[in-house]
């Protein structure tokens, strides 16, 4: 398994600024995954954080909303930019170990309200 | 594309009673199978997973799951909850190394 930390935690912002959410691996995973969870709802998923290049986004997010870094195999940040009320959510990053089919293991989640 | 249906968004239990979360999937290959716990304020935690072999899984927490391949169900069980399992539960089938998940049951535990 994996053991996955996200900072911060949580945090209140303004509206308009930026926050970036860093997430550490205690292990080397494949891939790493960004996902949304707004009040009361499922996972989205966000993008898949490419190690050395650019992520790959799903539709309806985009990278100047949400740019992400993977430098390497146990790391990767997630900002969002120019937030506003909407992007209040919680933000969950995962990754899975080489071999496994598809299992994640997940953060703890960063809640972001934005005022 | 695949999906996952739960069809229960919110389930009340007597704790001690039994417990059966219900999960129906689409995908057009063999799916690999997963449940997730997420407690307040927590991230997801993997219950158990099925990618092959013996339908029903056993898992962690006392908890069960049965592959219907048939139904294209795989629905999570539980003999006797515990206040404690009181939370949000989330299936998801896994394509590649993708996640879709349902939209969840929120379990509550009454005493």
């Known amino acids: 398994s994996a053991v996955i930390s996200q900072k911060p935690s949580r945090d209140i912002c303004q509206r308009g600024t930026s926050l970036t959410i860093q997430c550490q691996v205690d292990?080397?995973?494949?891939?790493m995954f960004w996902y949304r969870q707004q009040p009361g709802q499922s996972l989205t998923l966000i993008a898949t954080?490419?190690?050395?290049?650019?992520?790959?986004?799903e539709s309806g997010f985009v990278i100047d909303k949400f740019p992400i870094s993977r430098p390497n195999l146990t790391f990767s940040t997630l900002t969002v930019s120019n937030m506003s009320p909407e992007d209040s959510s919680i933000y969950l990053c995962?990754?899975?170990?080489?071999?496994?089919?598809?299992?994640?293991?997940f953060g703890p989640g960063t809640r972001l309200t934005v005022l | 594309a695949q999906s996952v249906t739960q069809p229960d968004i919110h389930i009340t239990v007597s704790e001690g009673a039994s417990l059966e979360l219900r999960c129906n999937y689409s995908?057009?290959?063999?799916?690999?199978l997963f449940w997730y716990v997420q407690s307040p304020g927590q991230g997801l935690q993997l219950l158990l997973k099925?990618?092959?072999?013996?339908?029903l899984v056993q898992g962690i927490k006392g908890f069960e799951a049965e592959f219907k391949r048939s139904q294209s169900s795989f629905n999570l069980r539980k003999p006797s909850v515990h206040w404690s399992d009181a939370a949000e539960y989330f299936c998801?089938?896994?394509?590649?190394?993708?996640?879709?998940f349902g939209g969840g049951t929120r379990l509550m535990v009454k005493p």
């Open positions: 995962s990754g899975t170990l080489a071999g496994g089919p598809g299992e994640q293991f």
């Open positions: 292990s080397q995973v494949t891939m």
């Open positions: 954080a490419n190690q050395g290049s650019e992520a790959t986004y």
């Open positions: 995908y057009g290959a063999t799916p690999y």
């Open positions: 099925y990618f092959s072999g013996d339908t």
């Open positions: 998801a089938v896994g394509a590649g190394n993708m996640l879709t």
